[in-house]
């Protein structure tokens, strides 16, 4: 074997040795447990090992056989090999000659390429969380910003960057100088910075921003750079995860270190070198080499136990032994250096050196930090934020899911991620099934359509979910990859449901109140109104709510002032403000409105609008207004009535002096007056009498008006009342030649028997008044129903017309009478009429002028069980007047 094809397996890099013709003549161990295989290669075509159909292979197999057939190094080759699996291998490539063989050198590159997708996952939780980069030159204040940037400021996307003072002008006024001070105080110093504010954008949208931003220095030790992140928490208020940096421009490619070959002379205890290691170091060649003690004092003091005890290791091992571990630069800085040693020992088994390899793994170790930081600051904010990440191989048929996509199915996180046929069978609701597929079918594969669909999900515990999801897809060399992410918007779909039937609810009760509801936006002034606030101003409803004059010319004028006064009151102490006046409508009437608002604060503590509702309080405030007339009415009646009671007692004492002094000179015999004066002494006694009589007739009136009359309802007989009344009339009947007559009186009534025979003796007094000679009176009594009986008189005088029937029960109308030589006060049916309905009944009056009139006292009849009673003997005060 050419010991030019001898790869060492001191090599921790993947090593395979090429002949002329790029045939594999060796390999290293590290090669051989990458690739899973080590002695099937050998004599093998490099390019047989290669995956043909990868367009990296492809470009690259040409430039490796140019290198070959001149003998050149090569640097940073990319292809594709096939590992023993049969599974795609990326690895990047460095060629070296050997003597006769060129030493191909490996690096995996599936870390990058996975960094490159992270990457595409970080953009998309940009586009879907809302997250923005920024970056400034801390002298100038002038930067650039990554495309998520400008929809931050309501700009238009592809706006330019804005310089500083350009982007704190849209910050509102209250935040804007807490910001400048602590951005401008920021850039003095190296470090970290975070700041909540508010910003007005361009499009007149108020949003919540959260910036952080990192300040690094340059090369002379002062800030040379500000590379920031912006989140936009309007929304997701409570999500203020830190995101410091993005790195839009972020490059997650491994690079292949060079690898150097070193010797340890355990005997001479130096370190010799190749030029790769001596580079590595920053150090000048010496051929002599370097003494273990002055290559210690490179090693990071943190470091020197673990060297050390790679050293003990190595001795005992009989294998290659690795090693990480800090070395410091000839320039001061720090770097991880990966070596591998194997011992080297003599006849006897005794160490005699150490042979191994270093490579300088600074880049990697820090791509991979940055990867994992990148990786864990992904998982943070789609965890916050329930963003569930997803990709999809259609070449391989395999999915791959964040943590979040696990907990959004209820899927044990330790099962593999199901695959598309798998998801919809088990996931996808029946009914979204076939939307789903044919969404899929129509998919584009530019990377810059993203596709946004809402579906049903049913979890592992049978609950149903409504999700939102938004996918990106990749056309890649081995095939479409679809990227894409999740989120559980069951309980905002819900909320909004419930908040729309609740709008609707309520606008269906006011519609059906009558209730008109406004806002008022009091930065503006401007007003909303509903329909129904147009129809209380019998106004046609419009767009737009009229501007405040025209809002004020409708309302009265004397109800304007007063209107302000209660506005600015309740501004002022900050409560609900109620209010009524009178709006005028088309038709020139004013109706009445009732209003009732309330306010709305903002964050600070100001109120900013208030709300409120209209109704129509017309029919309640007339309906009010005749209640106070009427009481004023009933207030004046029992007034006069207690004034006619009081001036009737004061009357009824002269009176009875009057008729009896007349009475006593007209009976005294010794007088012996002559005719003349005895005639008028009758005249006095007369006209006494009467004016007596019209007294306690009014105080009779004035008692029932006041209540001051007790009744006493009792089981009355109408024939027994009827018999004891007629005498008392007999000699008024023949005094104007009518006649008495009766019919049916079997029957009963619940009443008081003294004033239902008041109420008789009145009506059959007016009935022989008012009758003509030789006229008739005719009483009987009829059963109306069950519980109700009436008591007829009729009799066949005059008549009334209609318009003296709208006047017969009121008080000293004598119908237009007065002249006619009939005696009475026109008193006495509103005596009649009060006394019946005491008793729980009413009157009625049938009358044709020519023929007569009737009037029926209507009043409830008795219980079986009542005991009869006979009416009482009449006083003489109810008799009725002459």
């Known amino acids: 074997m050419n010991p030019d094809h001898a790869v060492p397996d001191a090599v921790t890099a993947p ?78 490539m460095s060629a070296r000659p050997v003597g006769d063989s060129m030493w191909l050198t490996l690096l995996d590159r599936r870390d990058a390429l996975r960094a490159e997708r992270l990457q595409e996952l970080l953009d998309m939780a940009q586009e879907f969380g809302r997250i923005g980069v920024f970056e400034r030159d801390p002298r100038t204040l002038r930067g650039h910003w990554d495309r998520h940037m400008p929809r931050f400021w ?56 959260h910036s952080q931003w990192m300040v690094a220095d340059g090369a002379d030790g002062r800030p040379d750079r500000v590379l920031g992140v912006i989140m936009d928490d309007t929304e997701i208020w409570r999500l203020a995860q830190s995101v410091h940096e993005t790195n839009a421009q972020l490059e997650l490619a491994l690079q292949l270190s060079g690898i150097g070959v070193w010797r340890h002379d355990l005997a001479a205890d130096r370190h010799h070198f190749d030029d790769q290691v001596w580079r590595l170091l920053g150090l000048t060649p010496r051929p002599e080499g370097i003494s273990r003690d002055e290559l210690r004092t490179r090693v990071h003091p943190d470091d020197v136990p673990v060297v050390q005890a790679a050293l003990e290791r190595a001795l005992q091992a009989t294998g290659p032994t690795d090693m990480e571990a800090r070395y410091r ?18 006849a006897s088994g005794t160490p005699v050196a150490f042979i191994g390899v270093a490579m300088d793994i600074t880049e990697r ?30 070449a391989t048929d395999t999915a791959v899911w964040n943590a979040q996509m696990y907990t959004l199915h209820g899927l044990d996180p330790s099962l593999p991620a199901p695959n598309r046929a798998e998801y919809r069978a088990r996931f ?36 149903r979910r409504e999700v939102a999801m938004r996918v990106r897809n990749l056309q890649t060399e081995s095939g479409l990859q679809r990227i894409g992410v999740m989120i559980d918007i069951t309980e905002s779909r819900a909320a909004r449901q419930a908040l729309r039937e609740a709008n609707e609810r309520a606008a269906l009760a006011t519609r059906a109140v009558g209730l008109g509801t406004w806002e008022l936006d009091l930065r503006t002034r401007q007003a909303i109104w509903d329909d129904q606030m147009w129809r209380l101003r019998g106004l046609e409803p419009r767009e737009q709510a009229p501007p405040e004059p025209e809002r004020e010319a409708l309302v009265h004028p004397d109800d304007l002032a007063a209107m302000r006064r209660e506005y600015e009151a309740a501004a002022r102490e900050r409560r609900h403000g109620t209010q009524q006046f009178r709006v005028r409508w088309p038709d020139g009437g004013w109706h009445w409105l009732a209003s009732r608002s309330l306010p709305l604060f903002d964050a600070a503590g100001h109120e900013v609008r208030r709300i409120g509702v209209n109704w129509d309080i017309t029919q309640a405030r007339e309906a009010e207004q005749a209640r106070q007339e009427r009481a004023l009415a009933q207030r ?58 019209l007294v306690n007739d009014v105080l009779d009136l004035s008692s029932l008006d006041t209540g001051e009359i007790k009744f006493d309802p009792q089981v009355v ?18 005094q104007h030649g009518v006649r008495l007559d009766t019919g049916t009186l079997d029957l009963a009534v619940w009443a008081d028997p003294t004033r239902l025979r008041q109420v008789l003796l009145n009506l059959l007094s007016n009935a022989i008044k008012y ?65 019946v309905e005491r008793m729980g009944g009413d009157v009625q009056v049938q009358s044709t002028p020519g023929v007569g009139s009737t009037f029926e006292v209507r009043l409830p009849r008795p219980q079986p069980d009542a005991p009869a009673q006979r009416p009482p003997s009449l006083p003489a005060r109810a008799a009725p007047m002459p």
């Not at 027994?720 to 000699?731: H, I, S």
Request: with cysteine; aromatic share 4%.
């Open 15 to 92: 090593v395979l040795a090429l002949d002329a013709d790029a045939v594999v003549r060796g390999v290293n161990a590290a090669f051989a447990g990458a690739c899973a295989a080590r002695d099937p290669v050998l004599g093998k075509p490099f390019a047989a090992l290669c995956d043909e159909r990868a367009a990296d292979t492809r470009a690259s197999l040409p430039a490796l056989h140019d290198a070959l057939r001149r003998r050149a190094p090569l640097d940073d080759l990319h292809v594709t090999l096939c590992d023993g699996r049969g599974e795609p291998w990326p690895v990047s």
């Open 154 to 209: 309501g700009l238009p996307p592809g706006h330019p960057a804005l310089d500083f003072d350009q982007a704190t002008a849209y910050i509102v006024p209250e935040d804007r100088a807490g910001l400048a001070a602590k951005f401008l105080d920021s850039v003095k110093q190296a470090g970290s910075y975070s700041h909540h504010y508010r910003v007005r954008g361009g499009d007149g949208v108020l949003r919540r921003l």
């Open 329 to 346: 630069h000839a320039d001061g800085r720090w770097l991880d250096v990966l070596t591998r040693r194997i011992t080297q020992r003599d």
């Open 365 to 394: 170790q820090g791509e991979q930090r940055r990867l994992q930081d990148l990786t864990r600051r992904l998982e943070l904010a789609a965890s916050a934020a329930g963003v569930g990440i997803w990709s999809y191989d259609e």
């Open 428 to 463: 996808v609701a029946p009914e979204f099934r076939d939307v789903m597929e044919y969404r899929a079918s129509r998919s584009h594969g530019d990377g810059q359509h993203i596709e946004q669909s809402d579906l049903q999900i049913i979890r592992t515990d049978g609950t």
């Open 636 to 693: 004046e009646s029992r007034a006069k009535s207690q004034f006619l009671a009081r001036m009737s007692h004061e009357l009824r004492t002269p009176l009875h002096a009057v008729i009896g002094f007349a009475r006593l000179l007209l009976d005294k015999s010794s007088l012996r007056l002559d005719p003349e004066p005895r005639e008028q002494l009758r005249h006095i006694h007369a006209a006494g009498e009467h004016l007596l009589a």
């Open 717 to 734: 007989p109408l024939r027994e009342l009827v018999d004891a009344a007629m005498p008392m009339v007999a000699a008024l009947a023949a």
């Open 771 to 835: 009758n003509r000679h030789g006229g008739t009176v005719m009483v009987e009594a009829r059963a109306l129903d069950g519980t109700r009986v009436a008591l007829c008189v009729r009799d066949s005088g005059r008549g009334m017309t209609a318009a003296q029937l709208a006047h017969v029960f009121e008080p000293f109308n004598r119908l237009g009478l007065e002249g006619k030589g009939i005696e009475g006060t026109g008193i006495g049916l509103a005596i009649v009429k009060a006394n």
